[in-house]
């Protein structure tokens, strides 16, 4: 019988609802879990500022065995004082390339990360809503001059804009003109995401993983959109909740009941409370 030592887990559609809440169900489970010795570690996209209410909610905030993986793979954190754990960055000239391109794209906002900030150009009034419920501080860039970066560290550059046509064009373009050599992936079926080559949540999974002793087969990955796909394809126990895209679901050994829900609860109850 396996013993599964660490959760990672996507947040948006897969640990909370569309609102950016999580159920009762979910927060329950999760404390079951880490009652248990389990770990359990956030993998997102977004910033690991914007994780901190939910760290409180789950009981994980203020602990340094504790962490977050954010900007999909650009960054792992210790949940006491933030404190770095592994950085993988954007080379600045590279973040600059991707941005001459995503900027000439009308009705198209642009998100720079860079290690503690978020800066967004041409905001989109639906993607300001969005970030607003899921506690995502960011910083409006008052014109298009990209040198205000040129000493930061830039984690990744994604672009928004809910129309998959417009999507796979900004993919497109962008990666032509940097030769495909990034990572690229869609999430929330809105975001069009650039890491560095080799960068994702797979990877980040893998990497805190060695660090903690922890072996691959110990790890449950469980989200589902596309810019989970590295994290199912290289955990031991890869989950997707029933909400998931069809590529994801083909990816998962388990496939939940629930959504958002209690998804994860599903899974932590068949997987490791239940085992």
Request: net charge negative.
């Amino acid at each position: 019988m396996d013993m599964y030592k660490l959760i990672v887990s996507d947040l948006d559609e897969t640990l909370l609802r569309d609102d950016g809440t999580i159920s009762d169900a979910n927060v329950a489970a999760i404390k079951a879990a880490r009652d248990q010795g389990v770990r359990f570690v956030p993998n997102t996209g977004r910033s690991f500022t914007s994780v901190r209410a939910l760290l409180d909610t789950l009981g994980l905030a203020g602990r340094d065995d504790q962490y977050v993986i954010a900007y999909n793979g650009g960054a792992t954190v210790s949940n006491l004082n933030d404190r770095v754990v592994a950085a993988n960055p954007m080379d600045y000239d590279v973040a600059r390339r991707i941005f001459e391109v995503t900027k000439t794209f009308p009705d198209t906002d642009t998100h720079i990360y860079t290690l503690n900030e978020m800066f967004m150009y041409n905001p989109r009034a639906d993607d300001v809503g969005y970030l607003r419920t899921r506690g995502a501080d960011f910083t409006v860039m008052p014109d298009d001059d990209f040198s205000r970066f040129r000493d930061l560290q830039i984690m990744k550059v994604i672009t928004m804009n809910p129309d998959p046509a417009v999507q796979r064009a900004v993919a497109d373009q962008v990666m032509a003109v940097m030769d495909q050599q990034l990572n690229l992936t869609f999430s929330s079926g809105i975001y069009t995401e650039f890491n560095p080559l080799g960068v994702d949540k797979g990877v980040a999974a893998l990497q805190l993983g060695a660090a903690l002793g922890i072996r691959q087969e110990e790890i449950i990955g469980i989200g589902d959109n596309l810019n989970d796909l590295p994290l199912l394809q290289k955990v031991g126990m890869p989950v997707s909740v029933a909400n998931g895209r069809p590529e994801i679901k083909a990816a998962a050994k388990l496939v939940t009941d629930a959504d958002y829900e209690s998804g994860v609860a599903e899974m932590i109850n068949r997987l490791i409370l239940q085992a």
